[in-house]
């Protein structure tokens, strides 16, 4: 008979009714109540603006600091569950980043998620963001045609960057404005990889400051 070794951590829990000491084997047919502890994640903004909205979609400001969806310690302060809160149907049709400001589009029907999903990354949709990067630009414009794929990384397995053999990626970045320190960017994305703006702006030597998708 296959039985597995319990390790409790300090949670309160039972075997067949008895207070477990994290000792027993468990066999088949005993019962295990483990109490979880209280799941307790980070404060975040906890608002957001309509801009949009009509019987198939709503479009949203999301706020810097507030996740688009679950995820790396956030389960319910996330702009997900404050929209569905309000619209329990609206699903994003794409995410932000957490410290990103700017519009999230939500499909409100299972028709227009589709719709939006298939046109996504076509030229259908244009997506246009600003960027605020580091060091001041030499030109006015840039196509950047950077492939990006995952590489390994020592601690966390592998990360999306720069990579020669990764998939063919294209961005186009038009100078708004310069400081002595930095430059505002306004950039179109005609390819739709993750990280893709913070990755194409640090290869040209401009790593990214801040962005916001202002469609």
Same mark, same amino acid.
């Given at each position: 008979?296959?039985?597995?070794?319990?390790?409790?951590?300090?949670?309160?829990?039972?075997?067949?009714?008895?207070?477990?000491?994290?000792?027993?084997? =468990?066999?088949? /047919?005993?019962?295990?109540?483990?109490?979880?502890?209280?799941?307790?994640?980070?404060?975040? =903004?906890?608002?957001?603006?309509?801009?949009?909205?009509?019987?198939?979609?709503?479009?949203?400001?999301?706020?810097?600091?507030?996740?688009?969806?679950?995820?790396? /310690?956030?389960?319910?302060?996330? @702009?997900?569950? @404050?929209? #569905?809160?309000?619209?329990?149907?609206?699903?994003?049709?794409?995410?932000?980043?957490?410290?990103?400001?700017?519009?999230?589009?939500?499909?409100?029907?299972?028709?227009?998620?589709?719709?939006?999903?298939?046109?996504?990354?076509?030229?259908?949709?244009?997506?246009?963001?600003?960027? @605020?990067? #580091?060091?001041?630009?030499?030109?006015?414009?840039?196509?950047?045609?950077?492939?990006?794929?995952? =590489?390994?990384?020592?601690?966390?397995?592998?990360?999306?960057?720069?990579?020669?053999?990764?998939?063919?990626?294209?961005?186009?970045?038009?100078?708004?404005?310069?400081? @002595?320190?930095?430059?505002?960017?306004?950039?179109?994305?005609?390819?739709?990889?993750?990280?893709?703006?913070?990755?194409?702006?640090?290869?040209? /030597?401009?790593?990214?400051?801040?962005?916001?998708?202002?469609?």
């Amino acid at each position: 008979m296959i039985c597995t070794r319990l390790e409790f951590n300090g949670n309160p829990s039972r075997v067949d009714g008895d207070t477990a000491t994290g000792s027993e084997m =468990v066999t088949s /047919g005993q019962t295990l109540v483990w109490n979880r502890p209280p799941w307790i994640e980070p404060d975040s =903004v906890q608002h957001f603006e309509v801009l949009f909205e009509d019987a198939h979609l709503l479009a949203v400001n999301k706020p810097s600091g507030l996740p688009t969806l679950p995820g790396g /310690g956030f389960m319910e302060n996330t @702009l997900l569950r @404050l929209v #569905q809160k309000r619209t329990p149907n609206a699903n994003p049709v794409h995410r932000l980043g957490r410290a990103t400001t700017g519009i999230v589009l939500f499909a409100k029907t299972p028709q227009a998620a589709s719709h939006q999903f298939a046109n996504w990354n076509t030229p259908s949709i244009q997506k246009i963001y600003r960027a @605020l990067s #580091q060091n001041i630009a030499q030109h006015d414009a840039y196509e950047i045609l950077t492939p990006i794929g995952l =590489v390994p990384h020592p601690r966390i397995g592998s990360v999306w960057a720069a990579n020669p053999g990764g998939k063919p990626s294209k961005s186009l970045a038009k100078v708004i404005s310069r400081t @002595l320190s930095t430059t505002t960017f306004e950039v179109s994305l005609n390819s739709g990889r993750p990280h893709q703006i913070r990755i194409h702006l640090a290869s040209i /030597g401009h790593p990214l400051v801040i962005f916001t998708v202002v469609f």
